[in-house]
């Protein structure tokens, strides 16, 4: 498949990419059956970057969850 699309570093890019997929498609520039496998790719890529994006956010909740319970923990004198 020879077809230039823009690069996608987030998921809401990943949404630009797969409209000029389906307008390609649309305009014959690449297969229907084509343009699924590239969907496919880009549904992976949008799954991988937002598993990494969910995983971050759970360690900045961990992390200030963390440092609440330390905060607590000083004030009341106690160690955690």
């Not at 077809?3 to 520039?29: D, Y």
């Not at 995983?55 to 106690?78: I, P």
């Amino acid at each position: 498949i020879q077809l230039k699309l823009p690069a996608a570093t987030t998921a809401q890019e990943i949404t630009t990419v797969l409209a000029a997929v389906i307008r390609a498609v649309g305009e014959g520039r690449v297969t229907p059956s084509e343009g699924q496998a590239l969907a496919g790719l880009l549904e992976g890529h949008r799954k991988a970057l937002e598993t990494v994006e969910l995983e971050r956010r759970v360690e900045e909740l961990e992390q200030a969850l963390k440092n609440q319970e330390d905060a607590s923990a000083r004030r009341s004198g106690g160690v955690e």
